[in-house]
């Protein structure tokens, strides 16, 4: 089974920051990753698929990266909006696994 | 609008079972393959299970595999997922969710996702 590995597990920045979030994968998985939003109390949202195509209605501050087994999820300029737990997950291959998630909060 | 409405959670003791169902709405149910998704009080996703658009491949995370089963009935647009054999560890948020698909292209990775229904194993 592939394991998907994500770093920092929890991160703290101001307004306007760049903000990288990465994901390893235990083996490769090509563009096979998609990236979650989980803002506070709610569902899931899809951000990101194939590794770096944004999803419809997502602001374009979002953007991915990478392929074989590392990923990057960078938000360009942080909004206070932005508040949330961030998954990757690996669809190349089941069991279909997310990452442990990574708490975004602003300063 | 596309739709996802699960039900059957609820409180169940330890060794016990439930059947989830999700209804869904405003899509081509049968073109597209289902999961569930759960969330453990303050923790973070785990994938469930899947199963393919025709219902004959199901997938299984290998913390549930031989105690849950997942099927779904195109006629009636709802994925079902039994739960057997529940653990307190089994306590979670279960979300039903669509797989992505597009020009002839389908994966399991998902875009649209259900509120949620409600599992707790406790004695």
């Known amino acids: 089974d592939i394991q998907m590995t994500q770093s920092p597990s929890s991160l703290s920045a101001s307004v306007g920051d760049r903000v990288t979030i990465t994901c390893r994968a235990s083996q490769g998985i090509s563009s096979y990753l998609a990236w979650y939003q989980q803002k506070p109390g709610k569902v899931p949202k899809l951000l990101i698929y194939?590794?770096?195509t944004l999803q419809s209605g997502v602001p374009s501050r979002f953007s991915g990266s990478g392929s074989g087994t590392d990923f990057t999820l960078t938000i360009s300029s942080l909004q206070p909006e932005d508040v949330a737990a961030y998954y990757c997950?690996?669809?190349?291959?089941?069991?279909?696994?997310f990452g442990l998630g990574t708490k975004l909060e602003v300063k | 609008e596309v739709q996802l409405v699960e039900s059957g959670g609820g409180l169940v003791q330890p060794g016990g079972s439930l059947r989830l169902s999700c209804a869904a709405s405003g899509f081509t149910f049968s073109s597209y393959s289902m999961s569930w998704v759960r969330q453990a009080p303050g923790k973070g996703l785990e994938w469930v299970s899947a199963?393919?658009?025709?219902?004959?491949?199901?997938y299984y995370a290998d913390s549930v595999k031989g105690r849950f089963t997942i099927s779904r009935d195109n006629s009636e647009n709802t994925v079902f997922l039994q739960l057997k054999s529940l653990r307190p560890e089994d306590t979670a948020i279960y979300y039903c969710?669509?797989?992505?698909?597009?020009?002839?292209?389908?994966?399991?990775?998902?875009?649209?996702w259900g509120k949620g229904t409600t599992v707790a194993v406790s004695s």
């Open positions: 997950q690996n669809y190349y291959s089941a069991p279909y696994s």
């Open positions: 199963i393919s658009d025709s219902g004959l491949t199901p």
């Open positions: 194939a590794a770096s």
């Open positions: 969710a669509k797989g992505w698909g597009s020009r002839g292209y389908y994966y399991y990775f998902m875009d649209v």
